[in-house]
């Protein structure tokens, strides 16, 4: 439309350099520049799109043409002075960027190309104080700050030169340059408990960087030869004196230890067993508690008020709950030890049968303590509860304790393997609430029950005080109880 259009042809140049176009950019700046070429701002934008197409000479050239047409312009100073240190001609940058900072005292950035000018051409001093005037101008300037570190650093100021990389660090914490180049100027300055500081906070944000652990490994190794300023030969050190080798536990030695474990995990279990209820251990009382009350009340209405053996209901089946309940818990809680005790098993001393035999332990600890609380209060509300034979009833509850041990061993090996095997447990431990005798006896049953119950465990068997022990092999049960007990324990 506007062929002989500078301004055109410039907005159209400063949208193709926008859209990444550079070669068809470089034909609209041209064409401008021909049209007007005393227009410094054209001269300066075609100049950078020259050096983008890699053409560094007709750049710098084009940039300095920027320069003569308005000498005045900090913008056309600023950018011919960084492409002259890009192309190495540093004499003729540190001539522009001087001029410049007369003509603009006010400007940090002219000051800061100046330094960096002085520094690429060996005036290190001279440089110093360009960055100087320019952190007296921008002092929030983290880049500069940085620089000035480093020049301080090539001097020999280590002590100045970590203090602005400090201040650096705390203007661009993100940045980890300031960071690493401080580490750098403490250990140089023999600070190496700052130097660790320093090092630790890379390792921290930058865990694998490879440059930062090697870094902090060579500050570690210094620091471990000089302790405050002291030098120490390592190979001078006094030995030590050498030590016998301990000899290997014996076997009460290791039954101790051992010992000791079990009591431990049976601390930790009777801590966290209820302790989420506002209840506490007061669920194991309230639970046999409960049965007993309901089969009671219904059997008490059923029978017309007189139980199979006895006269009080309650004494009849509290020794079949009682039993029933410990074969129950043992067997079904062992199931749960090894799961549930997973970050347990990963100490040393701590083994797969210290778990189950510290859960085993604590329901027959539970259970038996929930028995003679009970017993007293039958016996403090007038009932007759106390047993006959004190030494058969506490054979029987071993022997029921043992087999729930041995299954509770297999079903914790089991369930290691089957992970729905606790769920078949529970389902198939339901039914012993119907055929162990808990609310009959087994008087009540056919003969060839009764023989196959005087070697199989049933937990009403030979409890119960009203009982004959001579129907019910009390000897007989500790065959079935060890089979399940060594298998779950071999396992």
């Not at 639970?287 to 007993?292: C, D, G, S, V």
């Not at 083994?351 to 189950?356: G, K």
């Not at 431990?429 to 465990?457: H, K, N, Q």
Request: charged share 20%.
């Amino acid at each position: 439309m506007e062929p002989s259009s500078a301004e055109f042809a410039f907005h159209a140049g400063c949208l193709l350099q926008s859209a990444g176009r550079y070669e068809e950019a470089v034909d609209y700046f041209m064409r401008s520049a021909d049209i007007d070429a005393q227009n410094s701002i054209v001269l300066r934008n075609l100049s950078a799109v020259q050096f983008a197409l890699e053409q560094p000479d007709d750049a710098v050239a084009t940039a300095l043409r920027a320069v003569s047409a308005a000498p005045g312009d900090r913008l056309n100073a600023l950018h011919a002075t960084e492409l002259l240190l890009r192309t190495g001609r540093l004499d003729e940058a540190a001539d522009i960027i001087r001029d410049a900072v007369g003509r603009h005292p006010q400007d940090e950035v002219a000051f800061r190309l100046l330094s960096a000018a002085q520094m690429l051409r060996g005036r290190t001093e001279e440089a110093l104080v360009a960055i100087e005037r320019a952190l007296a101008l921008a002092p929030e300037i983290a880049e500069y700050h940085l620089h000035r570190a480093n020049l301080l650093y090539r001097i020999g100021r280590l002590e100045e030169a970590a203090e602005a990389f400090d201040r650096a660090a705390a203007l661009d914490p993100p940045n980890p340059v300031a960071r690493r180049s401080q580490l750098t100027a403490y250990f140089d300055s023999g600070r190496f408990t700052e130097a660790l500081a320093v090092g630790g906070e890379l390792i921290r944000t930058a865990p694998e960087n490879e440059d930062y652990a090697q870094a902090l490994l060579q500050v570690l190794n210094r620091r471990f030869e000089t302790l405050d300023a002291d030098y120490i030969v390592l190979g001078e050190r006094a030995l030590r004196p050498r030590r016998e080798p301990r000899l290997p536990p014996g076997f009460f030695e290791t039954l101790q230890t051992q010992l000791r474990v079990i009591h431990a995990l049976i601390i930790r279990e009777t801590r966290t067993r209820f302790g989420d209820s506002k209840l506490g251990y007061g669920w194991a009382l309230l639970e046999p508690i409960l049965h007993i009350l309901m089969l009671s009340l219904v059997f008490a209405v059923m029978m017309r008020g007189r139980p199979p053996i006895g006269d009080e209901f309650f004494i009849f089946y509290y020794t079949g709950i009682i039993p029933y309940h410990l074969f129950i818990h043992t067997s079904t809680n062992m199931t749960y030890a090894i799961s549930s005790n997973g970050s347990l098993l990963q100490l040393p001393l701590v083994s797969t049968f210290d778990v189950l035999m510290a859960r085993g332990l604590l329901e027959l600890f539970t259970d038996s303590l929930v028995a003679v609380i009970l017993l007293a209060g039958f016996g403090a509300v007038g009932l007759g509860a106390l047993p006959h034979d004190l030494s058969g009833v506490c054979a029987s509850v071993l022997v029921v304790w043992l087999f729930g041990c041995g299954c509770g061993f297999l079903n914790a090996v089991i369930n290691a393997f089957s992970k729905s095997w606790d769920k078949i447990w529970v389902q198939l431990t339901r039914l012993l609430y119907f055929c162990s005798g808990i609310f009959y006896v087994p008087g009540m049953m056919p003969e060839w029950i009764r023989d196959i119950l005087t070697w199989f465990l049933i937990p009403k068997c030979g409890v119960f005080s009203g009982f004959n022990p001579s129907e019910c092999n009390l000897c007989a049960p500790w065959g079935p109880a060890g089979v399940p007990l060594g298998g779950g324990s071999v396992c």
